[in-house]
């Protein structure tokens, strides 16, 4: 049964990094694209990266350019985000999900693309 395990939430002060990781269980990452999406209190879930099952495409939300940064480990079948520079609006629930496709070379953040979820992390970005 497939399965995301998130994990690397914590509370940072604004400026700080956090390393987000999503292991994967009971199917190998080269078969799916991998999107981190994340959801503030009284917000819908929106987008944030992805990475495309062959590891060659990787896309972000405007706000994450230049700060975010999704790279997948296929031997540890783990895609971290790394978040460098971190603005109270990240404050939320970070989720991962996986979307079986046989499109290798492409990913999308949008939610609605996604088929299985993790149960999230929580990140709190506050001084």
């Known amino acids: 049964q497939l399965q995301l395990v998130e994990s690397g939430g914590g509370l940072v002060q604004p400026g700080g990094s956090l390393r987000l990781s999503c292991a994967a269980f009971g199917f190998t990452l080269n078969r799916y694209a991998i999107g981190w999406f994340r959801q503030a209190p009284g917000k819908e879930r929106e987008g944030v990266a992805c990475?495309?099952?062959?590891?060659?495409?990787?896309k972000y939300r405007d706000s994450a350019k230049g700060r975010f940064t999704i790279s997948g480990d296929n031997a540890k079948n783990t895609v971290y985000l790394q978040m460098n520079s971190l603005e109270p609006e990240d404050t939320a629930v970070y989720y991962c999900?996986?979307?079986?496709?046989?499109?290798?070379?492409?990913?999308?953040?949008?939610?609605?693309?996604?088929?299985?979820w993790g149960q999230g992390t929580r990140v709190t970005v506050s001084s």
């Open positions: 990475i495309s099952s062959s590891g060659g495409t990787t």
């Open positions: 999900a996986a979307q079986d496709t046989t499109n290798q070379g492409d990913c999308y953040i949008r939610p609605a693309e996604y088929d299985d």
